[in-house]
Nanobody, 127 residues
Framework: QVQLVESGGGLVQAGGSLRLSCAAS????????MGWFRQAPGKERDFVAT????????HYADSVKGRFTISRDNAANTVYLQMNSLKPDDTAVYYC????????????????????WGQGTQVTVFS
């Protein structure tokens, strides 16, 4: 099990940028596939981005492709989400998630496949 703590959320004008961080506890962070999800009020939790254990492969939701970048620093036990060209539709609580994986070939877009979750950080984009 890994404990996850997100930070970096806030209030930003449309077109602006934010960088979210997710710090993980434990010494086996590099064994985990990491993902970012978001949940707007009254909506389901949606996939945003995921990254393999080594960081070599990433995958994005169509709605954020070209604007968001997921990355990780295994030495610092941290995964990041750089968000550029933000839109009001990006307003949501953003969660990072982790899943232990035996292979560096895997990444996951389904929330149900992740076993550990952070508490979330609010991102609000105003026009």
């Amino acid at each position: 099990q890994v404990q996850l703590v997100e930070s970096g959320g806030g209030l930003v004008q449309a077109g602006g940028s934010l960088r979210l961080s997710c710090a993980a506890s434990g010494r086996t962070f590099s064994s985990y596939v990491m993902g970012w999800f978001r949940q707007a009020p009254g909506k389901e939790r949606d996939f945003v981005a995921t990254i393999t254990k080594s960081g070599g492969v990433t995958h994005y939701a169509d709605s954020v492709k070209g604007r968001f970048t997921i990355s990780r620093d295994n030495a610092a036990n941290t995964v990041y989400l750089q968000m550029n060209s933000l839109k009001p539709d990006d307003t949501a609580v953003y969660y990072c998630a982790a899943r232990l994986s035996s292979s560096d070939r895997y990444h996951y877009i389904e929330a149900r496949l992740y076993t550990d979750w952070g508490q979330g950080t609010q991102v609000t984009v105003f026009s």
